[in-house]
């Protein structure tokens, strides 16, 4: 379980460093990685073509590591996320990553889930719920 976290823990300080310290002992050859809004990736190298060029787009300033869950050849980790691209716009929400470990122990699937950070009750002022007028977020 220590040699997985470690390895998560690297794969969030690559994207804080926006520099590859392993991607090839991190991913299968044949991962899958699923982001949390939609896009996919296939395979380690479509993986490191989205890392290299996201990065020279954008900077990842916070991805901050809550807690692990280890059940058989999964890891969930809960974490806070935070960037900024080069055009101005920042997000930033929590999320948690679901992985799946082949037997040599690199990560064979990823799937990440978010949820909004900017919560509210929508009760707050009574029984009939009162929600923002805002466009829902991505994920």
Same mark, same amino acid.
């Given at each position: ?50 890392? &290299? ?48 470990? =082949? ?8 799937? @990440?889930?978010?949820?909004? =950070?900017?919560?509210? &009750? ?10 923002? @007028? @805002? ?5």
């Amino acid at each position: 379980m220590e040699q997985r976290e470690r390895m998560i823990e690297r794969w969030f300080a690559m994207w804080l460093e926006k520099r590859d310290i392993g991607i090839d002992e991190i991913f299968a050859p044949d991962a899958v990685y699923t982001e949390s809004w939609g896009p996919e990736y296939r395979g380690r190298e479509r993986i490191r073509h989205w890392f &290299d060029e996201w990065n020279s787009r954008g900077t990842v300033v916070q991805w901050d590591i809550h807690q692990f869950f280890h059940q058989g050849d999964q890891t969930v980790v809960e974490w806070t996320f935070r960037n900024k691209m080069d055009d101005g716009q920042v997000d930033a929400f929590d999320g948690v990553t679901l992985i799946q470990w =082949t037997e040599a122990g690199q990560i064979s699937r990823l799937k @990440e889930f978010g949820c909004n =950070t900017n919560r509210y &009750d929508p009760y707050q002022d009574g029984p009939a719920p009162r929600f923002r @007028e @805002e466009p829902a977020k991505w994920f």
